[in-house]
Nanobody
């Protein structure tokens, strides 16, 4: 069983930055594709970014391109999300997700139903 634990959320003013981290358990999960999703109050969970097992393939939602950077460290079995130039609309609970696929091209990485494992989420609040 794979467990994902997010950290790094908090309260920040618009224009500021935060770095989220997700630690995964289970040796096999080191090579899983991983992603970040977020959910604002009253809205559906939406895709933010995804990264392949090697880090060689990355996909971002249009709303975060140029501001957010996803990265991973397979030795530590972690995935991170650097969030810069934060906006009030970035507010929400951020979830880490993992899928047993290695490459993003073999599934639909922007579809939340594709992912096998989820963390509990970490709250990000951006004040305007």
């Amino acid at each position: 069983q794979v467990q994902l634990v997010e950290s790094g959320g908090g309260f920040v003013q618009a224009g500021g930055f935060l770095r989220l981290s997700c630690a995964a358990s289970g040796r096999a999960s080191r090579n899983y594709a991983k992603a970040w999703f977020r959910q604002a109050p009253g809205k559906e969970r939406e895709f933010v970014a995804a990264i392949s097992w090697s880090g060689g393939s990355i996909v971002y939602a249009d709303s975060v391109k140029g501001r957010f950077t996803i990265s991973r460290d397979n030795a530590k079995n972690t995935v991170s999300l650097q969030m810069n130039s934060l906006k009030s609309e970035d507010t929400g609970v951020y979830y880490c997700a993992a899928d047993q696929q290695l490459e993003l091209r073999t599934f639909r990485p922007t579809d939340r139903d594709e992912y096998d494992y989820w963390g509990q989420g970490t709250q990000v609040t951006v004040s305007s």
